[in-house]
């Protein structure tokens, strides 16, 4: 079973759409949890960094279950613009490492 | 601005030759980190570093070396050992002085060997 798993899409969304994305993650020892969001042949960019308590910035509501291992993205009234893969990323207490998932696959269509 | 930087973008070598890939932080973060990703896949970790004159192997670093000298400076150089060398290479840094320790990409370099 691979560490960090997402759906690789790739998700077709029309414009104003609401859509969510999970991750789930194996180890029980998970610290640290990252919504990056990856351009075609571009860096990383984090989008956002995901709290126990859920956090939302604007648009975007980032949520964290620890009983279920798995993190989630919201994305509402979706922008052409958010077309793009977004990682999720998780880290391990005790490590300096950062586990990648293969990323979702986001196409937002006019 | 702050910022880590890679140079150069678009690197294109000869089968045997070694090759050196530069990043630098001007983040004054502690850990630094090279990754690889491949078309379609997600990112490999090859090395990082807490700190300087310190490095660890990551999970795919046969073929790769790395110094760190300097806070500022995490090269990478990508041996004629290194069986599949042609990837897109990252590096990355984050702060180890409070959470939740974000790390931040430079843009790139794309390495073509042929």
């Known amino acids: 079973r691979k560490e960090v798993e997402q759906d690789p899409g790739p998700f077709n969304v029309p414009e104003g759409a609401t859509v969510a994305f999970n991750c789930t993650y194996s180890n029980s020892a998970s610290q640290s949890f990252f919504w990056y969001r990856q351009d075609c042949r571009k860096e990383p960019k984090l989008l956002m960094s995901?709290?126990?308590s859920g956090n939302e910035d604007g648009r975007f509501t980032a949520q964290l279950n620890r009983a279920s291992q798995y993190i989630s993205l919201l994305i509402r009234d979706s922008k052409l613009s958010d077309s793009a893969t977004y990682l999720c990323?998780?880290?391990?207490?005790?490590?300096?490492?950062?586990?990648f998932g293969t990323g979702t696959r986001l196409k937002v269509l006019a | 601005d702050g910022g880590i930087t890679q140079s150069p973008k678009y690197l294109f070598r000869k089968e045997g030759q070694n090759v050196t890939l530069s990043c630098e932080q001007n983040?004054?973060?502690?850990?630094m980190y090279w990754y690889r990703q491949d078309p379609g896949q997600g990112l490999r970790l090859i090395y990082y570093s807490q700190i300087v004159n310190d490095f660890q192997k990551g999970d795919i670093a046969e073929g790769y070396s790395v110094s760190r000298e300097k806070k500022e400076s995490f090269p990478l150089t990508v041996t004629s050992a290194q069986k599949n060398p042609t990837a897109f290479y990252l590096c990355?840094?984050?702060?180890?002085?409070?959470?939740?320790?974000?790390?931040?990409f430079g843009p790139g370099t794309r390495l073509t060997v042929t």
């Open positions: 983040l004054n973060h502690d850990a």
């Open positions: 990323v998780v880290t391990t207490s005790g490590t300096y490492k950062y586990i």
């Open positions: 995901v709290y126990s």
């Open positions: 990355a840094s984050s702060s180890r002085d409070r959470g939740p320790y974000e790390q931040y």
